[in-house]
């Protein structure tokens, strides 16, 4: 249903409608937030872009309201020309996907999905291998992913590379965290298997070594495994560890504070790639040690502790030096290469080489 609230983010086009197929959750999931940004920015270049969401047939509009952000039916689904999976594709309208143009986005990293494959608990990785040779595309938004996935494109030319990215006209500094002791160092990835936390912890003492006035902010840890955050903590020497930490805090649905407010941001993903948090940070100025990536100079080795306290501490100094430009030079990075304004085209363009091969 397209309402006033939603011609505002750009008036849609009858002649392509486009709908992503995603989960429901506004502040708390991250693929959410993206469909969401996607849509935003997919309007404004004139299309008719929608959520559906994968679970929910006929959503209840009063509960299901994010913002100016509403789903559809399924009904109102099957009209569009383009389906893009997100999350998944209800069983019952699979015929009705093989008569669209049908493209997966594949927000799960490969790491993520090896390592829930190798301890059998789904076959997750073959998942994405059969929406690559099932989909008329499939999109990675990281390179490391591409280079994976594009292994198994049997039918060469399905799997494309789109950069991941956010709204940056979201991330408006409304309140700024102060922290009373620096460098404020900050975690805040949602835990996991591929992007736990626990080295930035460990490497604690050895970057007090260096800067003592040094702590840790770890954010978005989750509940349920809440003993073991407890015995990472307390049951260290003296609970060192817990000292070392400022701030200890179970998930929220907002960030922003604590990320502008930060110094230096960690990136816990071991493949080096840009996670939502991390293009957030940046976004805020604040320059991010992490395991890789072009976007940023400082990389500690892999699971090294003196190597992560090391690159912390050349951050640091980066930063505190007279006239240091890191903080400038981290958001223009950011805003030259984060703001989905400027991949959403990329998209654009593919529906409609899809569609002209229809």
Request: hydrophobic share 35%; net charge negative.
């Amino acid at each position: 249903m397209i309402t006033k609230e939603l011609i505002i983010e750009g008036e849609p086009k009858k002649d392509i409608f486009v709908v992503h197929w995603s989960n429901w959750g506004p502040r708390i999931s991250g693929m959410y937030e993206s469909v969401k940004n996607q849509c935003k920015y997919e309007r404004r270049a004139g299309l008719r872009s929608e959520c559906a969401i994968s679970y929910e047939k006929e959503p209840d509009l009063e509960t299901r309201k994010d913002d100016w952000f509403t789903p559809i039916t399924w009904e109102e689904a099957k009209k569009a020309d383009v389906w893009v999976l997100h999350s998944n594709i209800p069983g019952e309208l699979i015929e009705d996907r093989k008569k669209k143009v049908s493209i997966a986005v594949l927000h799960g990293p490969t790491e993520h999905m090896i390592f829930k494959e190798w301890e059998k608990e789904s076959k997750s990785l073959n998942l994405h291998i059969d929406l690559v040779w099932k989909m008329d595309a499939t999109v990675c938004i990281n390179t490391h992913e591409y280079d994976i996935m594009k292994l198994y494109d049997e039918k060469v030319g399905r799997v494309r590379y789109i950069p991941n990215s956010i709204d940056l006209e979201e991330l408006k500094i409304d309140a700024m965290w102060q922290y009373d002791h620096h460098p404020a160092i900050i975690s805040c990835d949602t835990p996991r298997v591929e992007k736990l936390p626990f080295h930035i912890i460990w490497a604690m003492p050895y970057i007090a070594d260096k800067i003592p006035d040094a702590r840790l902010n770890v954010f978005s840890l989750l509940l349920e495994p809440i003993e073991m955050w407890r015995n990472i903590f307390c049951r260290s020497h003296k609970r060192r560890l817990e000292t070392l930490c400022e701030n200890i805090q179970l998930a929220n649905n907002n960030l922003k504070p604590f990320q502008s407010g930060a110094d230096i941001g960690f990136n816990n993903n071991y493949s080096g790639i840009a996670s939502r948090v991390t293009m957030e940070m940046m976004s805020y100025g604040i320059p991010v040690v992490s395991y890789g990536g072009e976007y940023t100079k400082y990389h500690a080795k892999i699971f090294d502790l003196h190597s992560i306290a090391e690159q912390v501490e050349r951050c640091w100094n980066d930063l505190i030096v007279p006239g240091s430009t890191l903080k400038a030079d981290t958001l223009k990075y950011a805003q030259e290469n984060f703001h989905r304004e400027k991949w959403v085209k990329d998209y654009v363009a593919l529906y409609g080489e899809l569609l002209s091969k229809k």
